[in-house]
């Protein structure tokens, strides 16, 4: 039995950075798991979960919004409900948009192109438990591949979200489109995020960046404390 | 000149097509509308219209 935290990464049909995201955890202290999208339960001493980048079920009716119902999302919710850290990236931040446990949608790209680059981030809160290894105004330097990464969200939930601290990572410059430049939110809770960028692609200098490490590691953070919270 | 473009799939492109185990027709619309509010759209960026019988 590790005494590392276990971190569910759900793997749904089309996911293609769930292994990257298991290895990038693996990285920074975690014992990442698996978890198919047909299980209707997590692994017990489970203190985090992780909705890769990909696709999922060929992205049909919009990008994310099959993957929002799959059985393993009712266990998903049920642990986010109770505290529980979960960090969608690019694919998983979609899903849980479409799943309404982050505000917004991701659009398709405002230039209607794939965009694969390095992308500059401001870090806007630094208290969120995502967060808590970066500081106020940090800038990190995380890669994006997306075609529909565009954040959009009506005027009054945006205003709101910012009042709020939920708008926790802008780029620095226009990306895709996105509403305010928005790179990554938070539930209400602060206990949901999700963003495009990449943070498992970027945890080794040899790779262009080590800024994804700062963001995974504060997760695994976030998982030790949430099993040793529920235990 | 500035211009918007407005693309919109054609009819049956994106549609879909379903039926419900619901003989009243009040309430099998009640029952898509929750469907569409729920997952067949997302009304944050999209509308939707029900046309009951296929038509």
């Known amino acids: 039995v590790s005494d590392r935290p276990l971190v569910a990464v759900v793997v749904f049909p089309g996911s293609n950075d769930d292994r990257d995201a298991a290895w990038a955890l693996g990285s920074v202290g975690a014992e990442p798991t698996f978890v198919w999208h047909e299980e209707t339960s997590l692994p017990g001493g489970t203190g985090a979960v992780v909705l890769p980048g990909g696709f999922s079920y060929g992205d049909y009716l919009r990008t994310g919004a099959i993957a929002s119902v799959a059985p393993v999302m009712s266990a998903v919710r049920e642990f986010a409900s109770v505290g529980g850290p979960v960090l969608g990236i690019c694919n998983g931040f979609q899903v849980l948009c479409e799943a309404r446990l982050l505000p917004g949608v991701l659009r398709p790209n405002r230039q209607l192109e794939f965009v694969c680059a390095d992308a500059s981030l401001l870090v806007e809160v630094a208290d969120s438990l995502f967060l808590r290894r970066c500081t106020i105004g940090q800038e990190l330097v995380i890669p994006v591949k997306h075609g529909e990464g565009a954040w959009y969200a009506d005027e009054g939930t945006f205003v709101q979200l910012a009042a709020r601290g939920q708008i926790v990572l802008r780029y620095t410059a226009d990306v895709n489109g996105a509403m305010g430049n928005v790179a990554g939110v938070v539930n209400e809770a602060g206990n949901v995020m999700g963003l495009m960028p990449h943070p498992e692609h970027a945890v080794d200098p040899l790779l262009g960046s080590a800024d994804g490490g700062l963001l995974l590691a504060a997760l695994v953070d976030a998982a030790a404390a949430h099993r040793l919270g529920a235990a | ?55």
């Open chain 2, 1 to 55: 000149v500035k211009a918007t473009v407005l693309v919109r799939p054609k009819e049956g492109i994106r549609d879909v097509d379903l039926e419900v185990d619901i003989a009243d027709a009040n309430a099998a619309r009640a029952e898509i509308e929750r469907m569409c509010g729920e997952l067949l759209a997302n009304p944050l960026i999209e509308s939707f219209e029900i046309r009951l019988g296929g038509a």
